[in-house]
């Protein structure tokens, strides 16, 4: 009876079709290849809280799918997340711990604190070993102080008082670790991350557009949304943009008629009985 007995389904990611990839690919399937993303996000702490800031342009391979997206992420009233890889994944999963963070908050009448965000976090992401494409920059303030933390897809940390993340990564941190010291003010770490963010937006091809930055302080928050626009448009024609027929090629038109059902109304059904 005990050999018999079916044990339940464990959770998390399915790894079942692994071998199955594996055998076709050997055999000469040509497997899909990741797709490169762009992002530049940042992250600093100053004298009295953390400043984070991304940039705006959002890619879909070689194309530019949205000049003005939104990488800053709102987790808690005191912690933001910066989001890089998937955007998909990185809303997916930001929203799904800051309604975790709110239930927590219900229960026990207390501010979030950002160490419990970055455990929800890492663990989320170390279930799915490293398939839920989430980089993430978490920064907050709590009764413990200003914090700032890394978050990489297959769940590891890093606990930094700077920190940059995303294919932009590198010229940000080249300014970072060029300029930072200890005691900024708030001017000054408003102004260190929009030029770690223009960097990004300069030298990374998948990085661009505008600056958002979200400032953190004690009992304050403030999203600054276009905080900068390093990249302004030179020129829009006054008349606007008009494209004469026949420029793309038609391929197969199907016309669908739609017969409309008579309304009934119950007057009208008593009637006929």
């Known amino acids: ?144 102080g200003p914090h700032l933390h890394t978050v990489y897809p297959h769940g590891s940390t890093d606990t930094l008082p700077f920190a940059t993340m995303g294919s932009g990564s590198l010229a940000a941190m080249s300014v970072f670790e060029s300029r930072y010291k200890e005691g900024l003010t708030r001017e000054e770490g408003i102004q260190l991350v929009a030029d770690a963010i223009c960097a990004g937006i300069f030298n990374d091809l998948g990085s661009g557009s505008n600056v958002d930055v979200c400032v953190i302080t004690k009992g304050k928050t403030e999203y600054l949304r276009t905080h900068q626009e390093p990249n302004p448009r030179t020129y829009a024609s006054s008349k606007g943009f008009s494209f004469a027929k026949g420029h793309t090629e038609v391929l197969s038109t199907k016309i669908t008629q739609l017969k409309l059902k008579p309304e009934v109304t119950e007057g009208d059904a008593m009637e006929e009985e």
């Open 1 to 144: 009876m005990a050999g018999s007995m079916e044990l339940p389904a464990k959770g998390g990611f399915s790894f079942d079709l692994c071998r199955r990839n594996a055998m076709l690919e050997k055999n000469g399937l040509k497997m899909p290849g990741f797709r490169k993303t762009g992002t530049t996000i940042v992250g600093l702490v100053f004298q009295d809280g953390v400043v984070l800031g991304a940039d705006t342009r959002a890619t879909e391979g070689p194309i530019v799918a949205d000049k003005n997206c939104e990488k800053i992420h709102f987790m808690a009233p005191n912690i933001y997340c910066c989001g890089a890889g998937t955007a998909a994944d990185t809303e997916a999963v930001t929203d799904m711990v800051s309604s975790q963070l709110q239930l927590h908050r219900y229960a026990t009448s207390r501010e979030s604190r950002v160490v419990t965000a970055l455990t929800l976090l890492k663990t989320h992401l170390f279930n799915y070993q490293g398939h839920v494409s989430a980089a993430l920059v978490l920064g907050g303030v709590d009764v413990t």
